[in-house]
C-alpha cells in the first residue's frame, strides 16, 4: 500500500523559498501512469493544486503559481520535492503530496499534509 509522507519546515519568512520533500513507500514515482502533487489547503478555503511530476519526469504547474514553483525528484531516494519562491502570508497552507492518475487534480491519494505559515 502507497504511503506518501511530506516534511519540511513549518515557518518560513515572506520573500523566501518554501521548499517541501514528499517521500513515497510501497511504491515507485517512475510507476506509469501516475502523476505526483503537490495540494495545498489554505485556512478557511478549498484544495489547491499546486503542481506535479509525472511518471516520466515532466512537471505540470497552477498557471497562477508557475512562476514561483518548481517541482523536482530524486528517484534513488524515491522522494519528489516542491519549491515556492518568494512566498508571502497567503501562501500559508496546509501542504499535501498526493498520487493521482490524472494532472490537474485534488482527489488523488494524499498524505496527513503538513502545516506552513509564512511570517510577514
Known amino acids: 500500500q502507497v504511503q506518501l509522507q511530506e516534511s519540511g519546515p513549518g515557518l518560513v519568512k515572506s520573500s523566501q523559498t518554501l521548499s517541501l520533500t514528499c517521500t513515497v513507500s510501497?511504491?515507485?514515482?517512475?510507476?506509469?501512469?501516475?502523476?505526483w502533487s503537490w495540494i495545498r489547503q489554505p485556512p478557511g478555503k478549498g484544495l489547491e493544486w499546486v503542481g506535479a511530476i509525472a511518471y516520466s519526469g515532466r512537471t505540470y504547474y497552477n498557471p497562477d503559481l508557475k512562476s514561483r514553483t518548481s517541482i523536482s525528484r530524486d528517484t534513488s531516494k524515491n522522494q519528489f520535492t516542491l519549491q515556492l519562491r518568494s512566498v508571502t502570508p497567503e501562501d500559508t497552507a496546509v501542504y499535501y503530496c498526493?498520487?493521482?492518475?490524472?494532472?490537474?487534480?485534488?482527489?488523488?491519494?494524499r498524505g496527513q499534509g503538513t502545516q506552513v505559515i509564512v511570517s510577514s
Open positions: 498526493a498520487r493521482d492518475t490524472v494532472v490537474e487534480s485534488t482527489r488523488g491519494f
Open positions: 510501497g511504491d515507485s514515482i517512475t510507476t506509469n501512469y501516475y502523476y
